[in-house]
């Protein structure tokens, strides 16, 4: 038979053909007015899925090089970090600060689990010489949202800086920078952006901005304030990303057109209906609180959750993600993140039924799409 | 909610994306050897896929075009012509015929009804004087499978050539045009072949070859004998689709790495399964012998079949395809024809229940997707 690819992983998230088309263009010069004008769109896109009035940064790099220029620009040897380490990504900040010799206070939480203002506030208190807390928005590794703004909330009654890395949540989800008072935050082309991966996104509030000025780790590439210089001439310190840059102007382009309000509302309703579905199969979540960018879903007794992401992306070719180290095999995750549909989910839907029966774990057919039809029925628009 | 467009339509049906990104490569001009490598790789791959060793020439039209080509070349004024109208594109044959001033015998049937060889041998039987046979592959217009190898059985034995459009059918069913004696074939890009609408390939038989020699109805265009002379010459006597031809060889590259008989298969199964979807809903088929390309369902008693199609596609963004004049509203089709796999088909079956959800006929939710799935799932490789 002949079978389609089709991504339902947490990046890199489909490209629309009319992204993926751009990257035939000629390119353009980027010391040229030409690059500026894409540039400059790009720039004023991502302010508007940002919701800040500062700069947004544009890094050729991975989300994790942007993680890395967060943190080396508004810390100083020795300063005392908070870092939430609840999965994967969670953990990466404490890694990155301890290559930097900053003084890690590593939160570490079991995968899935919450973590509450209440809990940070305590933490906060015990701690009071801390420089940032650096949280996640959404934890790609277990698909579980944490409370950006109750943290917010909480750290910009003090001298700390609150550092988010929302790569897999912005766009997705809300996360207005400026109204939460998030002091910097980090996004990446290829999840909500619809964009193949290489872009990476930063911002920094007044507040981590005076951090900047002070800072003493060692930085050359990803240094801010080369950054900023070169935003003032509208283009980027280092070559940036031309072709990639094109494309995100494209695809900015559509997702402005459909506006951030309707696209939250977007993958809200294909959380409602993945979770629906998941539920009516008699399958549980991995996570206490997730969202609506990834589910992840436990591998049931008896089955070999390698084997069933295995079915799913070689027999299917639907690609869900499996479950990082030391999780491996436990649980799977499905992304509904950025060009997915209502029939995108309902397609992983009947892949997850037909899959989970090769194993000899049997869902009715069609009993977790009917209920994912229903969400999305209810909720068509 | 973002919703993807998805064509089940008979054409134009769904383009690979390794085969849209070839439309943006600069052109070649048509008249270099270049150009000539292309088209004589596209004409091999048309030989493999029409089963002949005839050749296939490719002209710049649409479908229509090369039915024209086909009668105008065959046949010389006051010539007798039996036409097969069993549906919209049946009836062309006789439209094309009298324009032309043949002597057109019109078999006219009820849509989606069924005509055997042995009504065709008592019809001859009775008009010994025919020239030629015009029968249709797949109808388009009710999704019908008609007997060509019968017809092709009989017609061999007289005088007569048997012309098929087999525009719809070709490649997505076996039609062996040399093993089963057919005297011209028809096919178009925009069906089975993966490739936007605008070319048209045609075949002739040595018999019917011998009847081109000395056809005395008008042509210029559509002259088979100056395709054969540019076919000599590695090209086309006029200008030709050279952007379209670019991408029909990408796309026959796709289809002959697959192989013939495995997507014979894979639509046999699309097929099977999108009946069983339709059957376990509750709703009839139009066809009394619907084939592997097309499905036409009828509206249920009560039901707005125009508004049932105009929810699919503005609502669902599925595009499958009303029933055309005169029967538009009672019926409508969808399409499983080319670049279409099994998930597409649970995607068209998930939109039908809610689109007729929609409209006060209640199907069960997941119903005809998990007969569907159950099909697939027995078939899977």
């Known amino acids: 038979m002949l079978i389609k690819d089709r991504l339902l992983t947490p990046g890199p998230t489909p490209i629309p053909e009319e992204v993926s088309s751009i990257a035939t263009q000629p390119l353009i010069h980027h010391r040229s007015p030409e690059f500026s004008t894409v540039f400059m769109k790009v720039v004023e896109g991502l302010k508007y899925i940002f919701q800040t009035d500062q700069d947004v940064f544009v890094l050729l790099s991975s989300g994790t090089g942007a993680m890395e220029q967060a943190l080396v620009n508004i810390l100083s040897p020795g300063d005392k970090i908070i870092t939430i380490n609840a999965g994967k990504f969670g953990a990466r900040w404490g890694q990155i600060g301890s290559s930097f010799g900053v003084e890690v206070k590593d939160i570490v939480l079991n995968w899935g689990e919450n973590y509450t203002k209440e809990q940070l506030a305590d933490e906060l208190e015990e701690n009071p010489d801390t420089s940032a807390v650096f949280a996640t928005l959404n934890e790609t590794s277990t698909g579980t949202i944490y409370d950006i703004k109750g ?67 060692p930085k050359y590439y990803f240094d801010a304030k080369k950054a900023k210089a070169s935003m003032g001439k509208k283009t980027t310190p280092f070559t940036p990303g031309i072709s990639l840059l094109m494309q995100q102007q494209k695809a900015l382009e559509l997702i402005i057109k459909k506006g951030l309000n309707e696209l939250y509302t977007h993958h809200r309703i294909l959380g409602d209906s993945v979770r629906a579905g998941v539920k009516a199969a008699g399958l549980e979540f991995l996570s206490k609180n997730p969202g609506n960018i990834l589910t992840a879903v436990k591998i049931p007794p008896g089955i070999d959750g390698n084997k069933f992401v295995k079915t799913m992306q070689q027999k299917y070719h ?57 969400i999305l029925k209810e909720n068509w628009q």
């Open 318 to 374: 639907v690609y869900v993600s499996g479950a990082q180290e030391p999780h491996k095999g436990k649980f799977f995750r499905i992304a509904h993140l950025g060009y997915v549909d209502g029939f995108d989910i309902l397609t992983v839907l009947c892949a997850m039924e037909m899959a989970f029966s090769d194993l000899g774990y049997n869902i009715k057919s069609g009993t977790s799409v009917a209920a994912a039809q229903n």
């Open 151 to 217: 943290y917010a909330d909480i750290i910009s009654q003090t001298n700390a800086v609150l550092v988010v890395d929302g790569i897999s949540g912005v766009g997705a989800m809300p996360c207005p920078m400026d109204e939460w008072n998030i002091d910097v935050l980090i996004a990446a082309s290829q999840k909500f952006f619809m964009t193949p991966p290489g872009l990476a996104y930063i911002s920094f509030s007044p507040k981590a901005w005076s951090l900047v000025e002070k800072s003493g780790l």
